[in-house]
């Protein structure tokens, strides 16, 4: 009976489709990882890809992770990488078809600026990294793309007008003082302890939900996706 179990999980495993490629114009969310098939209830074991631009697709039980976008790689197409690596999309695994990437960090004013390119070198927009301007708050960042309104992102305390702020601010006191206190210190020490999610708002309406700069959900049509995802290749440092 075992090796009847046995074979018939390993069956099932075996007969569960190859996971392909879906666009990348319109993801709503996205992670970046080498893990295609994660363990479920369903599935004992993790099943790893290339390194890419992720999308949860299927139920929870069979959950496959489709890539929409490859990362670039220091011994692929090494003499042609227009950036660093690990900032260098591809559409297609074999690196021939290039997506994006995004250029060194230019600094001023203590801002760190990221111009972000289409394959033909072309400019699709800017991530920049905004500097605090007091503690206890930590940067925020802002997305600059040509004919929309700025995007910008900051932590759950900074986020909103002063009305939604006191509402968060209370609600962590109704849980219990010594969380809040922990999770204000994650967003404005410098505890690195856990990810912190941002808020990205244009025109003061939420956009586009990041947890750390694992998990981007992007919430508005408009946003070019390759912003979305040189925020998450560059990382929230």
Not at 105 to 130: F, I, N, P, S, Y
Not at 159 to 179: I, L, P, Q, T, Y
Request: proline share 7%; with cysteine.
């Amino acid at each position: 009976m075992e090796a009847e179990v046995a074979f018939g999980r390993s069956r099932s495993a075996a007969e569960e489709p190859a996971v392909e490629p879906v666009p990348w114009a319109a993801v709503g969310q996205f992670v970046i990882g080498t893990v295609e098939r994660p363990e479920t209830a369903k599935r004992k074991r993790i099943e790893w890809g290339k390194p890419a631009v992720r999308v949860p697709k299927g139920s929870k039980d069979l959950q496959v992770l489709a890539p929409c976008a490859f990362l670039g790689s220091a011994d692929t197409h090494s003499a042609a990488l227009p950036s660093r690596p690990e900032h260098t999309l591809y559409e297609d695994p074999d690196a021939r078809q290039l997506l994006c990437y995004v250029e060194p960090a230019v600094e001023a004013d203590g801002e760190q600026r990221h111009v972000v390119r289409d394959g033909q070198g072309l400019v699709v927009g800017t991530l920049t990294r905004v500097p605090p301007k007091r503690r206890p708050f930590k940067h925020t960042w802002r997305i600059e793309q040509p004919g929309h309104p700025e995007i910008v992102g900051r932590g759950e305390w900074a986020s909103g007008d002063a009305k939604e702020v006191a509402g968060r601010m209370a609600g962590k006191f109704v849980k219990g003082v010594v969380n809040a206190i922990g999770d204000m210190g994650a967003e404005g020490g410098d505890q690195r302890s856990k990810s912190r999610s941002l808020e990205w708002r244009a025109d003061d309406k939420v956009v586009m939900v990041s947890e750390g700069s694992e998990r981007v959900t992007v919430r508005a049509g408009w946003i070019d996706r390759r912003l979305a995802f040189a925020f998450a290749l560059v990382g929230d440092h």
